[in-house]
């Protein structure tokens, strides 16, 4: 999945893949089918309370004696998700499937590790799955990869709720249907994967990295899709959101002019409003960016060494008020140019047309305010 963030909006541009593309099932009766079905449940609110799952995993079962499900305790630095499974049962073609849990070792590094729900004993196809992952009340201010409700509906990455057969690398056709019968008229759900339901031909963690949507989604264009690209909104963001994704199809057509892409693959751009937040000031994210920069250079040639960690503690102190904005217009012009490649040169160049694109905010920093963002909008 890939990410663009653009100011006060996160964008999350995802490249869909279904259909018959990818890796092929075992013909045969080996063939593995995983049949699944998402219901967005309000219980009598107007806002989305959970997530049903309910999955049929149908075809040979790999590991039947050490079958196992997992879901993410904490993935991309987003915590919490395996405690959002509720009530998960499970049975099979002798009844039910007594289960135990295990959780990985915390990770102290922020990489994802994983609660198991181990049977047991031996399972014998077809094997259902059912279970609720709750919403979140309030949004992360992290990846916005989480189970959040907002506008009646409810947008979240397939890390953010999923949990799923541990079957790792083994080639299922997975095909997904939304109920959306408690979002009303006018509902429509949509995914990295394709409007509505879809079918995918991929190993099951596949589904783990794709972007859904569901509610009274704004939609551009309406119908259809330009050279692949669609975009979708849930409920009203501060903006014009049909203007600004407007834009964003004439970016993404600049491009596919500019790497030479003659291919109409699709492209879906996944807008969510963070209710109960501020937004995500330019100024913030490029200090977030820069800190980045500096951690990944190879540390060889002074201007990665030295330069770089200083211009992100220079962003960083600027970002909290610091005097810090003469001291970079002397730093930044020292490094390109200079460095045993063009890391710290690319940048360097970031973080000057930063300060020229911020100017106001900049200034607004300097003077102990805050940047001019609208509340809610990520």
Known sequence: MRATTALGLAIMGTVGACGGSGPKPAPGPEQRTLHVVLRPVRDGSDTVRSLAVRWELRGRAPNAQTFGIRAPIVYASVAGIADSVQDLAVRDAKGVVPLRHEDDPVNPGGFPYFRHWRAEREVVPPVIATYRARTRATAVSGPQFSLQAYGGGVSTAGSGFFALPEDSGIVYRTRLHWDLTELGENSIAASTFGDGDFELVA?????????????????????????????????TPPFDA??????????????????RDTTDDPFRVFVRVLPGQGGYPG????????AFLAAESARQC??????LPSIAADFAELVHGGPAAARLARRLPLLTGRGACAHPDGAARLAASALRVFDADVHTHQAGGRCRIPAGVA
């Open 242 to 259: 049909k203007r600004e994704m407007a834009w964003t199809a004439q970016m993404y057509a600049y491009l596919r002019t500019f790497f």
């Open 302 to 307: 002074g201007p990665c060494t030295f330069g």
């Open 283 to 290: 100024t913030a994210l490029l200090n977030s960016t820069l």
């Open 203 to 235: 190993p099951p963690e596949q589904l783990l990295q794709g972007y859904y949507m569901a509610g009274r989604l704004g939609r551009l264009p309406v119908r259809g899709a330009t050279h692949g690209f669609t975009a979708y909104w849930l409920g």
